[in-house]
């Protein structure tokens, strides 16, 4: 049975401060892993990665995958309070054409 | 990115009454839609796969005859709860995967459903 686990669950910081978002994998026949972010509705599409060691950069985001520990990491440096939400990970079956199992996701706080 | 739709956005209704909750993607045809449900400070949990033109596949745990998904357009699923009782109140959201989606699944703003 696939499994996505994030850590930590929750995470409160200040303003200003650098975070980093955990999700570890077991997956039969890997495709691709993916972080979304989730305010109040529906959940937003951040990344997706799909090789290696290379590195994806938005903004004040960063991620990276690690394909051989099976990992991966979600950067989010100076935080706003705008960034307040759930940090959701994903990871995509090779089959079943973008069915995804979710991790339970990372509540991140951040106070003024 | 592409844009999906759900509608209603919210519903309130009565146990034993079924309820109709529609999936659209507005400008490309979703070969796939997936159906979710997601309670309070829980992660997503899928429901379903539907692929266009053929039956839905159901998630180990998701009865077939209470959650009745039909996909009959690229543009459209339904999911239908049938005899809803206060238990089946939830988030519900839908993500639609096609071709034209640049290999991505986009999600609807999602359901809120509320069983009285």
């Known amino acids: 049975e696939d499994k996505v686990v994030q850590s930590p669950l929750s995470l409160v910081v200040h303003e200003g401060d650098t975070v980093t978002l955990n999700c570890s994998y077991e997956v039969t026949n890997f495709r691709s892993l993916l972080w979304y972010k989730q305010e109040k509705k529906a959940p937003t599409f951040l990344f997706m990665l799909?090789?290696?060691?290379i590195e994806k950069k938005s903004g004040r985001l960063s991620s990276i995958l690690d394909k051989k520990e099976l990992f991966s990491i979600l950067n989010i440096t100076a935080t706003q309070t705008g960034d307040s939400a759930v940090y959701l990970c994903?990871?995509?079956?090779?089959?079943?054409?973008?069915?995804?199992?979710f991790g339970d996701g990372t509540t991140l706080t951040v106070k003024p | 990115g592409a844009v999906v739709s759900q509608h209603p956005s919210w519903v309130i209704c009565k146990s034993g009454t079924s309820v109709k909750i529609e999936c659209r993607s507005l400008?490309?045809?979703?070969?796939?839609m997936f159906w979710y449900r997601q309670f309070p400070k829980q992660s997503l949990m899928l429901m379903a796969t539907s692929n266009e033109g053929s039956k839905a596949t159901y998630e180990q745990g998701v009865e077939k005859d209470k959650f009745l998904i039909n996909h009959a357009s690229l543009t459209l699923s339904t999911l239908t709860v049938t005899s809803a009782h206060p238990e089946d109140s939830s988030f519900y959201i839908c993500s639609a995967y096609g071709l034209a989606s640049g290999n991505e699944q986009f999600f609807g703003p999602g359901t809120r459903l509320t069983v009285l």
């Open positions: 994903a990871v995509r079956e090779r089959a079943n054409a973008g069915k995804s199992t």
């Open positions: 799909t090789s290696s060691g």
């Open positions: 400008d490309f045809q979703a070969t796939t």
